[in-house]
């Protein structure tokens, strides 16, 4: 018995090692990104190669999670996907229960490592948003939008409780970019929109003060030059005193002399605004173009609903990180805690990022077969 | 489902799919245009701005913390201020090696390892351009030490700032309580942005519990400093909120009495203006002085409190539950008219013991031979247990417990210090819920004279008393009785809406009561205490026992020493009966007999008050010296049968 698991396992593993299923046009764009991430680490955080070498191996222990899923076929990942949506949101209970009377709780401590749950629901969000619509007749009913904004709120609304609004974001325009592309009437999208802004009053009286705290300082920053306003004005100094080709790397100065906060995390994008200037911004905007488009592509080819879906929303939820980190630096939109991907220094999103696109890998390899 | 199913339409699927997909793109690099557009005006068009604005970085915001708030007694008498000092303090950015300069800072101003560790939590918290402080209330030597080595130590300087100081020291140190250093547990709590340059946060009692309003905003100012970090000149100047002020309801004068009437004896007093809910005095004895926790207790200091037999850190007015005795018999009578079970002419027959019906268990009077026949206002003024006995008897404790809790026994007043004890109020539940026991009728029994499991705190007591004198209508009792801006600024009342309606359906009901109390200090437990007061005064003593008894036997040892260190002794009474204006409280952790040694300190307390009216009568002398054996009996429970109380 014992005998027989281990060598299917064994045969398991072999198979991913062997043959891995790369599409070497999207490897190359992560790859790039990577690089570029780290070299801009280099300079944010001041010449330390310990965190360079940190995220390193972060990159490196993502890409062996992507070669691993890139090898589950995506039928094995949709039959797995309502308990892989179940799990991760009975952990971000867990965390709920756990984090009672704290101010802000989002890890499980597992001893070793601590670990965001709600990473998790960046890609078990849209893959069971696609499970459901998956059978269903498209476009998608509105008793069926309802189910799915049902299975979109739950997680995201546990999220955005402890508080964490920058992930529930995500994890919502993960799962709404599913419903969009499932081909929703463009009048229904319109209505939606419409209840969301009359919804806005509402949800500023949910908010927290902080949070509400944030979106004024976005409209005033002078007025809170000690706490968010500074974030804001000294992102903006770094962001415009890079002019067109910037001042060279490892010569921003205000990351340099500490006026820029979380210059690895968050604010990286101010670092490498400064140093690479306005050519360096827009050749990576076009690299992450490139990224998004070839997910897109990958969708395309894809050859059943539940693949197409799945693709679509995790190469366009990758492009809300991008614009909501920089929107937040250029100070178009308020700070809230998105990481800029691969740049950002952080674990658990390089992580998860990768996971995500070890699914596309897999969706690529299996193109050609049939529901 | 299945006929939708059929309908599934792949090719036409894909199309729609593929539609969607490019439309997705488009509004993606959109999105990426809007963005890089806001670069480009970052970048090109502001370019300029921003380059000088990078290159002048030099304009660096300085945090300036607020003043705290000021606390004021009711008559504007300063009871916290805050005093000028001096702290040593760090910029983290101008100091070339800080592991060294910590090792050697130590030889010129002593520091020990929790201002270290202090420190470097902070180092941590803030900005590196931001002073960070090393260690609070230099001495004068140190400031003349440090001033010699200051060139060793660049980055470092002695900065002037507000410490807290209680001029009334132990007198208010339970109410007010104190000011501490910010800890690192306190960093997790505190708004970050709020508290820049705050060295201090509410520890305990009003500090603790206003802190919200004792704080205040920070200001700041835009300083232009050069390369070494020096202050070249101020270019803008916002000034901060400081925190406001606060008028407590307490009269010091009152408070100054209160505590001195108890002598040094452990107890606790609370005086309640029953109109409002105002707190007039609150003292806990003994006591601490605060100014010792402002800059940080020494560890000896701090030893020789808490290892103190008589805890004088310990809030007993606030915290320290007693059994309340027969001050609650008021309240009972009060109960059995509301419920309709009694009249006040109804009369039972004391004869000094008490039998539950169908059963061996007996009660006893605690005067040999019991009272006689008494009615409910002689029952009152004679504390005669059997009446009460049947009483309670007869409510049950169902309705007895709901009674009591309509006046806030066994829960918090809601006064507005933080940590308030809920005492007990003994109902079927809790029993099931503390000893998984079912209810007995003779812990009904002896509930009707506030034994067994009763509990209370002396701020409850109190704030029962007020219920009863304030026509029955329900009051949390408040400290703070007005906010201020600033010293110029109106004061603003709070104001203390009553919670509910009134618990007297009848006023004639509470009369009755009233003359029973009356007639404890006319003629009855309390008649010695009250001789001249000129005011007409409704009170009730209380005596509760320390520790069950174990034998039926009288006590024959009238010996007060020996007495008091087996009772607990309480006084309630408000002033003036017809319209009272006053309610006071006192318990004496171990008194003799609850008249005589609680009620002297309640009579003092209603004196001082008494001399702060405008109307105030001259009291005509003062009250005559206790005796040793008091002649009216007291209101001791005793069961006959031999330690049956729990």
């Not at chain 2, 007694?73 to 800080?98: H, I, K, S, W, Y």
């Not at chain 2, 007043?413 to 109020?425: P, Q, R, S, Y």
Request: aromatic share 10%.
């Amino acid at each position: 018995m014992i005998g027989t698991v281990y060598a299917r396992m064994r045969r398991f593993l072999r198979r991913i090692m062997t043959r891995p299923r790369i599409d070497l046009p999207l490897a190359t764009g992560l790859f790039l990104l990577a690089m570029v991430g780290l070299v801009t680490l280099y300079s944010a955080g001041g010449g330390d190669l310990g965190l360079v070498g940190g995220q390193a191996a972060r990159f490196v222990l993502g890409a062996a999670l992507l070669l691993l899923i890139s090898r589950i076929a995506p039928t094995v990942l949709r039959s797995w996907t309502p308990w892989l949506y179940a799990g991760s949101t009975a952990l971000l209970v867990l965390v709920a229960i756990l984090g009672e009377g704290r101010g802000a709780y989002r890890w499980l401590d597992l001893g070793f490592m601590r670990f965001q749950p709600s990473e998790l629901l960046k890609l078990t969000m849209p893959m069971m948003v696609a499970w459901y619509l998956h059978p269903r007749q498209l476009p998608p009913s509105w008793k069926d939008m309802a189910v799915v904004g049902i299975l979109i709120a739950i997680p995201a609304g546990l999220i955005a409780e402890q508080p964490d609004l920058g992930t529930a974001l995500l994890v919502t325009g993960a799962g709404a970019f599913a419903l969009f592309l499932a081909g929703v009437a463009w009048w229904r999208i319109g209505l939606l929109a419409g209840i969301a802004a009359a919804m806005v009053p509402i949800g500023w009286h949910f908010m927290h003060q902080y949070q509400r705290d944030r979106v004024l300082t976005l409209l005033n920053p002078e007025a809170d030059p000690l706490g968010n306003g500074w974030h804001i004005i000294q992102s903006q100094i770094a962001v415009g005193s890079g002019g067109i080709f910037g001042k060279g790397w490892m010569h921003g100065t205000q990351s340099r002399l500490d006026f820029l906060p979380e210059h690895t995390t968050d604010f990286i994008f101010a670092v490498f605004s400064e140093e690479f200037g306005l050519v360096g911004v827009v050749a990576l905007l076009a690299l992450y173009a490139f990224i998004i488009g070839r997910c897109l592509w990958i969708a395309m080819e894809a050859r059943d609903t539940y693949s197409r879906l799945l693709a679509g929303a995790i190469g366009m939820s990758f492009f809300v990180y991008v614009f909501v980190n920089g929107g937040m630096i250029a100070g178009m939109l308020p700070v809230v805690g998105v990481p800029l991907p691969f740049v950002s220094y952080g674990g658990t999103s390089a992580v998860s990022l990768l996971s995500g696109f070890g699914v596309l890998m897999s969706i690529h390899a299996n193109r050609k077969m049939h529901d | 489902m299945k006929r939708r199913r059929a309908l599934k339409d792949p090719r036409g699927e894909a199309a729609l799919f593929q539609r969607r997909s490019l439309v997705g793109f488009t509004f993606i690099v959109l999105g990426l245009l809007a963005l890089s557009g806001r670069f480009f005006y970052l970048q090109v068009m502001r370019h300029d701005e921003f380059v000088t604005r990078s290159e002048n970085n030099r304009v660096k915001p300085k945090v300036i913390p607020p003043a705290r708030g000021l606390i004021y007694d009711r008559n504007g008498v300063l009871l916290a201020d805050n005093v000028p000092a001096f702290r040593l303090e760090a910029v983290p950015e101008q100091v070339p090696d800080m592991d060294a300069m910590l090792r050697q800072i130590g030889d010129v101003v002593p520091l020990d390892e929790d201002d270290i560790a202090d420190f470097r939590k902070r180092l941590k918290q803030s900005r590196r351009f931001e002073s960070v402080p090393l260690k609070m209330h230099l001495s004068e030597d140190d400031i003349a030490r440090f001033a010699i080595n200051r060139w060793r130590f660049p980055g470092v300087d002695v900065v002037p700032y507000l410490t807290r100081h209680y001029p009334y020291g132990e007198l208010f140190a339970h109410v007010i309580g104190y000011v501490g250093r910010i800890d690192a547990d306190d960093l997790k709590r505190l708004d970050p942005d709020r508290y820049q340059g705050t060295s201090h946060v509410g520890r305990s009692g009003i500090e603790r519990s206003y802190e919200d309003l004792l704080h205040g905003t920070p200001g700041y100012e835009l300083v232009e400093v050069n390369a070494d970090g020096r202050t070249q000149r101020v270019l803008e100047t916002h000034a901060p909120v400081p925190g406001k002020n606060l008028y407590l309801s307490i009269d010091v004068r009152i408070q100054k009495a209160a505590m001195a009437a108890f002598d040094g004896r452990a107890g606790s007093a609370v005086a309640i203006d029953p109109r409002n809910g105002q707190v007039l005095a609150m003292v806990s004895v003994p006591s601490f002085d605060p100014n010792l926790f402002v800059n940080g207790i020494s560890s000896a200091d701090y030893k020789a409190l808490t290892t103190a037999p008589d805890k004088p850190l310990y809030n007993r007015a606030l915290r320290g539950v007693y059994p309340p005795g027969s001050t609650v018999k008021p309240f009972l009578a009060l109960g059995g008219l509301a419920y309709g079970i009694r009249r006040p002419e109804d009369t039972v027959l004391s004869t000094g013991e008490f039998c539950l019906p169908g059963a061996s268990r007996c009660y006893r009077d605690d005067k040999r031979g019991g009272d006689g026949v008494v009615d409910m206002v002689t029952a009152i003024e004679k504390s005669t247990n059997t009446y009460f006995y049947k009483l309670a008897l007869d409510l049950g404790i169902d309705r007895l417990s709901d009674w009591m809790g309509r006046f806030g026994f066994g829960r918090e007043t809601g006064i507005d210090l933080d940590g308030e004890a809920d005492g007990i109020l003994p109902s079927r539940d809790w029993k099931m819920e503390h000893s998984r026991q079912p209810w007995y009728p003779g812990e009904t029994i002896i509930a009707g004279i506030g034994q067994g499991y009763w509990a209370v705190t002396p701020l409850q007591l109190a704030h029962a008393v007020s219920i009863l004198a304030g026509k029955g209508i329900p009051r949390a009792p408040r400290l703070v009785m007005a906010t201020q801006n600033g010293v110029d600024a109106p004061k603003v009342p709070i104001p203390n809406p009553p919670t509910g309606p009134s618990l007297v359906s009848d006023p004639a009901h509470l009369d009755v009561i009233k003359r029973g109390m009356e007639a404890v200090v006319a003629s009855g437990t309390g008649k010695k205490q009250f001789i001249g007061f000129p005011l007409v005064v409704a009170g009730k003593s209380g005596t509760a026992e320390r520790f069950s008894r174990t034998t039926s036997a009288y006590d024959t040892n009238k010996n007060t020493a020996y007495l008091a260190a087996r009772h607990r002794a309480w006084f309630e009474a408000f002033a003036p009966a017809d319209d009272p204006r006053i309610s006071v409280v006192a318990l004496l952790e171990a008194g003799a007999w609850g008249a005589e040694a609680a009620g002297p300190i309640v009579r003092t307390v209603m004196e001082s008050w008494l001399a702060t009216q405008g109307d105030a009568p001259a009291s005509a002398q003062p009250p005559a010296p206790a005796p040793t054996v008091p002649d009216t009996p007291e209101d001791l429970p005793v069961p006959a049968d031999g330690g049956g109380a729990p």
